[in-house]
């Protein structure tokens, strides 16, 4: 059983950076897939992009291409996830989760999730 | 990549059967057996509910079922309980990134 234990609420201000974390236990951290999805208030699920840290690449989203960055920690069973050029519409609770491998061998499905981390954007 | 498409509210009476509807496009929902559900209720994390279309995960109720036909998924309530109110989202595997659908609140009456 995966565990995902997120850091903190953030309070920033436009135009800084956020950066949260994710620390996993239970399993192989370095196969698992792990993903960031955001919700703003009140509003759906986005997912923002992901990393496999034994393969080290991440891929984003188009629409947070440039201003996102994921990288992954083995050593430290750790995620992160970095927004920058914050704006007030980034204010959202922060998810992250691994990702189940579905029978074609592609992960697929969100099988486990943090407990989200809320981030405001505010001046 | 725009959101899959789902009803806003879809409402029921305990014991009943409901059914929520996904609808994506030949690149998302249509082109993979890759759609899952999930479940939200306020202030609590997703949970997943349904993964490939329409299998469970253990310790899912067998009340929740899945299915797919083209380029829409389905998820399908059935016996109803106050317990299921909540929100529900699908999402899609869609080459290497993934959509989630507009999201569904479930109102037990």
């Known amino acids: 059983q995966v565990q995902l234990v997120q850091s903190g609420a953030e309070v920033k201000k436009p135009g800084s950076s956020v950066k949260v974390s994710c620390k996993a236990s239970?399993?192989?951290?370095?196969?698992?897939?792990i993903s960031w999805v955001r919700q703003a208030p009140g509003q759906g699920l986005e997912w923002m992009g992901g990393i496999i840290p034994i393969f080290g690449t991440a891929n984003y989203a188009q629409k947070f291409q440039g201003r996102v960055t994921i990288t992954a920690d083995e050593s430290t069973s750790t995620a992160y996830m970095e927004l920058s050029s914050l704006r007030s519409e980034d204010t959202a609770v922060y998810y992250c989760a691994s990702l189940g491998y579905c029978s074609g061998g592609s992960p697929c499905y969100f099988d486990y999730w943090g407990q989200g981390t809320l981030v405001t954007v505010s001046s | 990549q725009s959101a899959l498409t789902q009803p806003a509210s879809v409402s029921g009476s305990p014991g009943q059967s409901i059914t929520i509807s996904c609808t994506g496009t030949s690149s998302d929902v249509g082109g993979y057996n890759y759609v899952s559900w999930y479940q939200q209720h306020p202030g609590k994390a997703p949970k997943l509910m349904i993964y490939?279309?329409?299998n469970r995960p253990s310790g899912v109720s067998n009340r929740f079922s899945g299915s797919k036909s083209g380029n829409t998924a389905s998820l399908t309530i059935s016996g109803l309980q106050a317990e299921d109110e909540a929100d529900y989202y699908c999402s899609s595997y869609t080459s290497s990134s993934y959509v989630f659908g507009t999201g569904t609140k479930v109102t037990v009456l």
């Open positions: 239970g399993g192989t951290f370095s196969s698992y897939a």
């Open positions: 490939e279309v329409s």
